[in-house]
């Protein structure tokens, strides 16, 4: 692992709420590091920049490989930005480790975008666990609020698991589609359709104008046979021409009736103040597991003791109680 | 909470291998107790049947409700049980929570198969979270397997969660589908497509025999664009009426032919060895998280500070610090 060097907890900070770009840039940087030594001060930045976050408007896209993202984010950005908002992109791709680094591709593919000096944009580092980029995603948001960004856009792949993590984290949950692909090659499903405020038919030009209508009336019929949801929210199904620029303020709009919506019945604070909750509770989990897992006689009585487990000759529910116990009484021997 | 009697460790396991079915329930009624006293004792019947599970055919079935599973399972499981096998059905309805209880429902859904002395069908309870179900259930897997049962089949609604569970404890995992209802509708996503390793359309009889054949091609020609399974299996696509008792043989001949194909190259092996360590993980993050949960330091401190978590004005990761800290701590003075 390459060792860059650190600075104090206060420049970050300063940096940050200055607005300083290489600082922000290097601030997510050391949150996104996995050595030990970095977490503590990575912690400690995000703690002091927490009463500066939270101005932003926190948009999640989703939607599988092929449906357009990035021209979709590019063209819509490029929208927000002429209308003065500063705009941080920050996204996720779990499968960037699998097929291509993620970094140069994405900043390629949004070309005009990441060019343009009223918007940051940040991928998500290849080869970290989808927890941990999820996690880091989330810090990395509230970096970007304190340096004044006051949209947010969070890319993530139509997969699944991702997705509940970005949801997690966002005001709205803008699901991406094409007319006529076929469901079971865009990968939908239900769970997701479900957590979505607008579904968004991109690729509405040319010929295939008709089947994206088309496309959008059913779409429509099937979203009211979801449960309503707890905000009053309905859904709405949208279509769009990224590449053409068409459609993409209407987009917008739509969401800012949907957070003027959600502020008259104070929605977005209520969600807010629950995904802090979820927030704690995802953190205490990793905590109490990174250090049972880093503790080495653990360590070394999983090791001693799997090939038993594996072969079905021991129990896991039974070393797994052996093995908390003995983490807590050794704790307790310290 | 009903107090019930409690057998001794050896009553359960005695029972257990003799095949008494009211032992083996009063032993999953054990297992799936939530009364802290219960969960030793219900650790320790485990640990004993363990080393005489294993030997059974493991399927699980998923799909949407209305897809015809219990109607599934009913007409397969009838061909199962005249075919001399010891049939055992478990099901894990998340839902059922909030819907009906699934108890009776179940029980009436299968009338014919319930009623059959050859098999054995065990509803999860109603209002048990999901993990916890799923947890329950591989270890009521493991009852029936010592109690005699050669085939066990364990039925799941599709909606996602509760599929990655039971995929996690199976060999072979049977994805029921209707031809034409859409799949948006059916809810089915990408991901469970992948983990299974049969798609079976129901209800292909009477006026929707076009419709089942057609969807099969369809479903044939989208499982090639998935990539190739680690095991070497292709998924195949198959049509039935298990009302009408049409093409379940050639569903168990599949099974078998999977079983065959999987014992030549060790996977079913290799596979359940895998299972058996991702259980071992699974139960010490639950156990680390209910020792946590359940100190009454921590319950106080997290009561005392979740309202500054929810109003953004502590750090949600600072506070998981001082908590986890604090417990380990807190343990440590003991």
């Known amino acids: 692992m390459k060792i860059t060097s650190r600075l104090p907890v206060e420049a970050y900070v300063e940096g940050i709420l200055s607005g300083d770009r290489v600082i922000l840039s290097r601030a997510i940087t050391l949150v996104e590091s996995t050595l030990p030594q970095d977490q503590f001060l990575a912690e400690n930045v995000v703690e002091k920049i927490l009463p500066y976050s939270g101005k932003s408007i926190r948009i999640g896209i989703t939607g599988v490989p ?10 819509f950005g490029k929208l927000l930005v002429e209308k003065g908002y500063k705009l941080a992109v920050l996204t996720i791709d779990p499968s960037s480790q699998k097929s291509h680094g993620s970094i140069l591709g994405d900043k390629t593919r949004m070309e005009k975008l990441s060019s343009d000096k009223r918007a940051y944009i940040r991928p998500s580092p290849a080869g970290v666990s989808l927890g941990g980029v999820s996690a880091k995603t989330r810090e990395a948001m509230l ?14 792949v139509g997969v ?78 949208l279509t769009c021409s990224a590449i053409d620029q068409i459609g993409l ?22 969600n807010r103040s629950n995904q802090l909750e979820n927030w704690l509770h995802d953190h205490i989990g990793y905590l109490l597991k990174s250090s049972f897992y880093e503790n080495e006689e653990i360590k070394s009585s999983l090791t001693k003791n799997l090939s038993e487990i594996k072969a079905g000759k021991k129990s896991p529910i039974g070393l797994a109680r052996e093995l908390v116990e003995a983490f807590i009484d050794g704790i307790s021997r310290k």
Chains 1, 2 share one sequence.
């Open 66 to 75: 092929g449906v357009g993202k990035s021209t979709f984010i590019e063209g």
């Open 160 to 237: 699944g698991q991702s997705e509940i993590a970005v949801k997690g984290m966002v005001d709205f949950f803008l699901l991406l589609m094409l007319a006529g692909a076929g469901d079971e090659l865009q990968g939908i499903k239900k769970g997701i359709i479900e957590m979505c405020d607008a579904l968004v038919i991109n690729k509405a030009d040319g010929e295939n104008i008709t089947a994206a209508k088309k496309a959008k009336r059913e779409y429509t019929n099937a979203l009211h046979l979801f449960p309503v949801k707890e905000n009053g929210w309905n859904p709405k199904v």
């Open 143 to 156: 970096l970007c609020e304190a340096a004044g960004f006051n949209i947010i856009l969070i890319e993530t």
């Open 249 to 270: 303020s209407e987009i917008w709009q739509m969401i800012e009736g949907f957070v003027d919506q959600m502020k008259r019945i104070n929605y977005l604070d209520i």
